[in-house]
């Protein structure tokens, strides 16, 4: 049997940590104590819950910047009044996370933490350049979440080390925004391919800023600085689109597995780019 420890406060969960070596850190559990169970992730001498900490668990405003605590739940991200009205393309990419059970226990933290190519936050996360505020024994420090995973389950996450909170600035230059991801099946499946895109397009329909994210086509989450480029300044059309979404294929790396094949995911990833003129009023 493990023990699980709930601490109520920063400096209970440091003294924590610092008397159990090798404790299991996790917010939410959705996929961790499934792995446990599974037989798929060793189980820990003590595992350490972290939702009774009242500042991981709250959304907040700073300004610009939305900081949005690493144990709320994916459901109070989808009611929380800052976060659908600043971050519409993260609340899309909730809205299609797996049940409405795992979107109640589920956190963002969680769902970051566990660095899956496939999770649904990250696309989002990456379009809107987010920042990771990681708390540890010795202080605190702040990672872009694009040098936080290093690969599927990877992170530079320290020994003792946590994270705290996801910092978000609010994308008030953009107009448009979108997320989709293709599965096996409409709900309660990791996506096969996903893309997160953030575009501010003018009154006449010209591409002025871009940003695109795919998920599940990689080790980590591709964010395409060329085809990003290849769009700002032209117009929103369907052949812009079709131009864009054949260099797609060039730089996604994706593999095959029991969700779909490397070549489905390659043309399922630059297919997913024509549903941006679509949004705009233009046919594919």
């Known amino acids: 049997m493990t023990n699980v420890l709930i601490p109520e406060s920063m400096e209970e969960l440091r003294r924590i940590l610092e008397t159990h070596p090798g404790a299991r850190v996790y917010a939410g559990g959705t996929d961790l104590l499934v792995k446990m169970r599974s037989g798929l992730e060793a189980v820990p001498p003590c595992l350490v819950c972290l939702e009774r900490i009242a500042e991981l668990d709250a959304v907040s405003e700073h300004g610009e910047v939305v900081r949005i605590g690493a144990c709320v739940t994916h459901t109070r991200l989808l009611a929380d009044p800052v976060a659908t009205e600043h971050l519409p393309v993260l609340v899309r990419a909730v809205e299609v996370l797996g049940s409405r059970l795992i979107r109640n226990m589920g956190t963002i933290g969680g769902n970051v933490c566990t660095a899956s190519p496939a999770g649904d936050t990250l696309p989002p996360l990456y379009v809107l350049d987010a920042e990771l505020e990681l708390r540890g024994g010795t202080g605190s420090r702040i990672v872009a979440l694009k ?22 600035r609010k994308p008030r230059m953009f107009n448009l925004f979108h997320y989709e991801k293709v599965g096996q099946r409409k709900g309660l499946c990791c996506s096969a391919v996903s893309l997160a895109a ?45 131009e864009a979404a054949a260099e797609v294929g060039k730089i996604v790396s994706p593999i095959s597995d029991v969700r779909a094949d490397a070549a ?5 990833a630059g297919n997913l780019l024509l549903r941006l003129a679509a949004r705009d009023g233009s046919s594919p």
Do not use: C, H
């Not at 936080?148 to 978000?168: D, H, M, S, Y």
């Not at 599940?216 to 700002?232: D, F, K």
């Not at 489905?264 to 399922?268: E, F, G, T």
């Open 264 to 268: 489905y995911r390659r043309a399922v």
């Open 147 to 168: 040098d936080f995973i290093k690969g599927p389950g990877q992170t530079v996450l320290g020994e003792n080390e946590i994270l705290a909170a996801v910092r978000i």
């Open 198 to 242: 953030m575009l501010r397009v003018s009154s006449g329909g010209v591409v002025e800023d871009a940003a695109l994210a795919w998920g599940s086509v990689g080790p980590t989450v591709v964010r395409s600085r060329e085809i990003e480029r290849m769009l700002i300044g032209k117009e929103l059309t369907a052949e812009r689109m079709r």
